[in-house]
């Protein structure tokens, strides 16, 4: 069978999205053969053994402490005096790191060191995430691209034949960065042991990791991502980091970065185990793996051969104090409150392994931050006290990777049973809507918006729970979750496409037995004259006299493509052709008549591959706007929540259209607005969301207001009906089942069979039981109101319902008379008591309404009714 023609261009369309999307957009890369994986493993050996060769001070670019002395450069890449770095800046870049840490725990001798006794009140393990604010400083020397030789400094690598600018480059003044510290509690660790000789705080040094997002908010450039390795420095609090490119060995000359010689000889020793391990390794795999395991691309482990330059960074973290009394730990044991140690140790090991400890408050991890960029000459500072007032900025908040944990599964667990909480609304619904009437007011687009809603959910959580560890199962859950509301929402959506497509086809039918009438009433052709008789060829008996004119062959009879020919049949009646159309008896359209085009069936299956593509264009989108600018990203996540959050719009004009009141439930369009509008407010309201994203109370705002006005819409068109208010030209022509009834003029019918008058027929048992019901004790008052309405111009009339056999009591406007209501709210409202059928017979709005949720026929004659 072959392919239909938009199954094949949603399928090209979907393959170049993904081309798009998926191709790498760093330059052109070649392919890494092993042999210059190697030559690269011999140039990290080389350089490994230069860091265990060289002590403190070999490293020496402006030295201070002796003038007379040259300065000194190491033969690492980037190191040397000849690549040209701004290396004058590194005693800066120092001062302003003992300046932090002076600023978080001074020194005990109260001198300019950096160093001071060891310190356990911060967190030993520094495995979290935190995000803040930062602001940029200018380096002493200015460097631009132009001015360094790439190919001097790297030979070994393809770089760009033509200038172009080096990319993390921050050139604004401000922006905010998000750090995630990876400190491997099995990881490689070095502890100074010297008998006798007391412990400082570089006795003890781990190895760690940090992905780093910054985002110029100043240019609104896009963010970038990159990865640092360094050493953390448990005891003082302070963490080395630096990135390892082509052109920079930084993990290989960091040691020498470090202020003071304690912090040296520990970071040294510390990277020889590390490094001389990783290498080791590679070396065994220089075959299969040939990525770099320093690299500071984030997006692959595999960094191309032919680069793109980019500015390289050396970053200091200051952890900052814990507050350990709100934890409530130190008040269990006084032993605790002498020993901070085991306070912090305690804390650590039961956010590692829950054991019930009863913890009040666990302390935000918090960090200080200056950053320097060697080749490109700037600083970066976090923003916060001294320098920066609290209201500014509290340097680089967050919270520890379990906490973060915790935080994500609570979150996945509460949207799972948000989700939960949707399909019981929704099976509470399909209760109420389960036939063709009720089910053909729902608003396809509405039913819509929610499956695409959940389907992206499903997507995503599926994508997620591939790779989740310690989230898999809460990711299960919401996976599970938005997938039962996906295949129900889908189920749903069918049906309602079948009402739908039959009501489209409905009216397809009565365009074209318009254009059939059209075309009858215009003038017609006449028949071409009989051919003339044939005459018998040789040899041939010649025809009898009473044989008839020759006839032609039969024609094939024509049957429709769906099957139903009693529809056929009826159509071609209705139109005054003949019952069943032949390849030799279909009428000619007179001249000048255009001709109709077929009408397009769209089954469900492509609308559910339109769906897909939709969907699979907003993940592909959205996954690119993460590295978009501030503003650019804010405006795209704010329209998408304003879309999503128009659910009900496609509902308030498809009532428009039907002229039909309400087509849910109240309980669940207003359960299904809170229940889709609290994940927006957990990310527009929280500061401490798992995102990390900034709050905006004010784009909140927007959006309940506007989910708010689309219900208020929804109740005016419930009490006072679809098209109040609406002009008579933006809506088809409709049945209006609550007309001013009117003696000259009810729907240019007269009044509904059964109205009985009071005044007419005063003996009739009807009215005199209406009396009694009206009236009741308070007779005088009825009395009083019956003159008052007939001084206006109305009285009442009364009838039997005939399908609860209760008084129905309605208002007529005697003939020539104006309505007193004038078609106002008051009018509207007292004209919700009745409705009355095209066949003219009146019925309560209640009784007709359940009756009409099953059946679109009168009760009485069984009149095929419109729809409500």
Known sequence: ???????????????????????????????????????????????????????????????????????????????????????????????????????????????????????????????????????????????????????????????????????????????????????????????????????????????????????????????????????????????????????????????????????????????????????????????????????????????????????????????????????????????????????????????????????????????????????????????????????????????????????????????????????????????????????????????????????????????????????????LAVTFAAFMSMVIEGSFLSEVYKILEQERRNQERGRERQHNANASNAPRVPPPPPPPPVEPRDGTLPRPVTAGPPRAASPPIIIPSDQDIDAEIAENLAAGAAAIPTAGALPAAPAGTPARPQARVTTFASISARFVLLGVMILFLTAAAASWPATIRSAYINMLAFLYLSLWLPQIWRNVQRNSRRAFAWRFMIGQSVLRLMPFAYFYLREDNILFAEPDWRAFAVLASWLWIQLWVLALQDILGPRFGIPRSWAPEAWEYHPVLREDNVEAGGLPIGLVGTSSNPTSPVAGRMRSWSMGSGGGEAREREKVREKRGTYLRSMDCAICKEILEVPVVRAGAEDPSGGGVAGVLARRAYMVTPCRHIYHTKCLEGWLRHRLVCPICREELPPL
């Open 1 to 475: 069978m072959p392919q239909s023609p938009d199954r094949g261009r949603t399928l090209l369309v979907l393959f170049i999205l993904i081309w798009v999307f998926l191709a790498p957009d760093n330059g052109p890369a070649l392919i890494s053969a092993p042999s210059l994986a190697t030559a690269r493993l011999a140039r990290q050996r080389q350089a490994l053994a230069v860091l265990n060769s060289t002590s403190w001070g070999d490293f020496a670019p402006r030295p201070v402490e002796n003038p007379e002395h040259a300065p000194r450069f190491l033969n690492l890449t980037g190191f040397r005096k000849t690549d040209g770095y701004a290396w004058q800046d590194l005693d800066r870049f120092k001062d302003r790191c003992r300046e932090w840490s002076r600023n978080v725990f001074p020194s005990p001798a109260g001198d300019d060191q950096w160093e001071h006794s060891p310190i356990q009140t911060t967190w030993q393990n520094a495995t979290g995430t935190v995000y803040g604010e930062w602001a940029r400083r200018p380096g002493a020397a200015v460097k631009q691209a132009v001015g360094f030789n790439l190919s001097d400094i790297a030979p070994a690598v393809s770089w760009p034949e033509k200038h172009v600018e080096w990319a993390r480059n921050t050139t604004g003044d401000h922006g905010t960065i998000m750090l995630r510290l990876i400190e491997e509690d099995v990881g490689v660790e070095y502890e100074e042991k010297k008998p006798g000789i007391a412990l400082h705080s570089a006795s003890v040094a781990r190895e760690v990791s940090a992905l780093v997002t910054i985002q110029d908010k100043a240019n609104q450039a896009s963010s970038w991502n990159m990865r640092l390795f360094g050493v953390h420095w448990p005891s003082q609090g302070s963490i080395l980091l630096t990135t390892t490119s082509e052109k920079f060995a930084g993990i290989f000359g960091l040691p020498h970065l470090a202020p003071d010689r304690e912090f040296f000889e520990s970071s040294q020793r510390l990277l020889n185990q590390t490094l001389d391990k990783a290498l080791r390794k590679k070396e065994r795999t220089r075959f299969t793996d040939t990525s770099n395991p320093w690299s500071s691309v984030v997006e692959g482990s595999d960094e191309p051969w032919a680069l793109a330059p980019h500015c390289e960074y050396v970053m200091y973290l200051q952890l900052q104090p814990l507050d350990l009394r709100q934890t409530g730990l130190d008040s269990l044991d006084d032993g605790l409150a002498k020993r901070p140690t085991a306070v912090v140790d305690s804390l650590e090991n039961e956010l590692r392994h829950p054991t019930g400890a009863p913890i009040k408050v666990i302390p935000e991890l918090r960090m200080s931050l200056v950053a320097w960029s060697p080749d490109c000459g700037f600083y970066l500072e976090s923003k916060g006290p001294p320098h920066y007032h609290p209201a500014d900025g509290q340097h680089l908040v967050g919270m520890k990777e379990e906490v973060f944990i915790y935080r994500a599964k609570v979150w996945m667990l509460a949207f799972a049973a948000l989700l939960m909480a949707q399909i019981w609304l929704l099976k509470a619904q399909l209760k109420e809507t389960n036939t063709p009437s009720t089910i053909g007011r729902v608003s396809f687009y509405t039913a819509g918006m929610m499956l695409l809603a959940d389907g992206l959910v499903f997507a995503g959580a599926s994508a997620w729970s591939l790779s989740a560890t310690s989230t898999f199962l809460p990711c």
